[in-house]
């Protein structure tokens, strides 16, 4: 059985950091491109940033470009997502994913076969 465990999640005031790992168990992701969603409270899941396979490209969201960071270790099958200079409006649900085909890009939700179940990030002002 797949499973994708978040941690790192919590409160941190404005300008603050945090890392969120994520890892997986039941099997080996290293041919999947994986990534970070999040949604906040009346709000749409929406894509914060993701990694290739191989760990040679990342993608993210314009709204935490040059604050996030995402990386992965294929060997502990865990991806990582450090955030920088956090603003209030960073506070959400953090989910970790996985996509469901191999050797391809995450670019939408209905290209995630696993989800994690999700870390509380909250960012006070």
């Known amino acids: 059985q797949v499973q994708l465990v978040e941690s790192g999640g919590g409160l941190v005031q404005a300008g603050g950091s945090l890392r969120l790992s994520c890892a997986a168990s039941?099997?080996?992701?290293?041919?999947?491109?994986m990534g970070w969603f999040r949604q906040a409270p009346g709000k749409e899941r929406e894509f914060v940033a993701a990694?290739?396979?191989?760990?040679?490209?990342?993608y993210y969201a314009d709204s935490v470009k040059g604050r996030f960071t995402i990386s992965r270790d294929n060997v502990k099958n865990t991806v990582y997502l450090q955030m920088n200079s956090l603003k209030p409006e960073d506070t959400a649900v953090y989910y970790c994913?996985?996509?469901?085909?191999?050797?391809?890009?995450?670019?939408?939700?209905?290209?995630?076969?696993?989800w994690g179940q999700g870390t509380q990030v909250t960012v006070s002002s």
């Open positions: 994913a996985v996509d469901r085909r191999a050797y391809s890009v995450i670019s939408t939700l209905s290209d995630i076969g696993y």
């Open positions: 039941g099997r080996t992701f290293g041919s999947n491109a």
């Open positions: 990694i290739s396979w191989s760990g040679s490209s990342t």
